[in-house]
């Protein structure tokens, strides 16, 4: 049975930083691509980065543009996802989420909610003003 265990969430201050990590129990780790996602209370869930099988191929939403960072490390098979100058509107449950990648992983693959195979149960980060 395939898991994706989030880890890394919490609580911190605006302009603080924090790193999610995601493990993933895929035995062929490498052959997907990685997605984080998240939702915040009453919203839907959104697209927040990705990452493809080789790490060589990122993609950003455009609200953490330029503060956070996607990066796997597939000796691990874990996905990291760091995040800099918080802020309070990135409170949210933060989802990491897996798709077999075929071919190239373009923008449109990684943004695809329903493109993704599998999902983690989520880890809560709250980002106090």
């Known amino acids: 049975q395939v898991q994706l265990v989030e880890s890394g969430g919490g609580l911190v201050q605006a302009g603080g930083s924090l790193r999610l990590s995601c493990a993933a129990s895929l035995r062929t780790f490498s052959s997907y691509a990685m997605g984080w996602f998240r939702q915040a209370p009453g919203k839907e869930r959104e697209f927040v980065a990705a990452v493809s099988w080789s790490g060589g191929d990122t993609y950003y939403g455009d609200s953490v543009k330029g503060r956070f960072t996607i990066s796997r490390d597939n000796t691990k098979n874990t996905v990291y996802l760091q995040m800099n100058s918080l802020k309070p509107e990135d409170t949210a449950v933060y989802y990491c989420?897996?798709?077999?990648?075929?071919?190239?992983?373009?923008?449109?693959?990684?943004?695809?909610?329903?493109?993704?195979?599998?999902w983690g149960q989520g880890t809560q980060v709250v980002v106090s003003s």
């Open positions: 989420a897996a798709v077999r990648q075929r071919g190239y992983f373009t923008f449109r693959d990684a943004t695809g909610l329903n493109e993704y195979e599998y």
